[in-house]
């Protein structure tokens, strides 16, 4: 028993840490215009994290306006980026989206490290997106590389 709430407590620990990891890389993420005036600004629209496949509560207030900022900056193809995160127990994997304007269609790309604690994170791994769709359960990243389809969940629903 005392086992089971050791570990309990554990990834609550990491749960926790994951989250504020991924505030501060959020914090962090966004580029700056150092006096050129073509290279437009970053955007940075946030992180939703999940874990156990459902969205952790101290994000429910913000992941909604996340995706909107996401959506809406995909919608102009404006340069932004967007920070999702899966965790369980242990192990988790941080994506990081980003777009930009290229020739022709809007470049959507996926920035991914995995890590299992307490180590840091692995060297991220680049993968291309098709397309990004809005459906009621999230954000759908379409055909990313070998990792397939990649739902960033609404608020309260399930992956």
Request: net charge neutral; glycine share 6%.
């Amino acid at each position: 028993m005392r086992y089971m709430r050791t570990r309990l407590m554990a990834r609550r620990v990491f749960g926790l840490a994951l989250t504020l990891f991924l505030l501060l890389l959020a914090g962090c993420s966004t580029a700056t215009n150092s006096g050129n005036a073509a290279a437009p600004i970053t955007q940075k629209c946030g992180a939703v994290h999940t874990q156990h496949s459902l969205v952790v509560a101290m994000d429910w207030s913000m992941a909604k306006g996340v995706e909107d900022c996401f959506w809406q900056a995909f919608q102009q193809c404006g340069p932004a980026t967007l920070i999702y995160s899966q965790s369980d127990s242990e192990a988790s994997t941080i994506h990081t989206f980003s777009l930009q304007r290229e020739q022709g269609p809007c470049l959507i790309t996926d920035s991914v490290q995995h890590f299992l604690a307490p180590h840091p994170p692995q060297s991220a791994i680049n993968y291309t997106c098709t397309d990004l769709q809005r459906q009621t359960d999230g954000l759908h990243f379409l055909s990313c590389g070998t990792l397939g389809n990649i739902l960033v969940p609404t608020v309260g629903t399930h992956k």
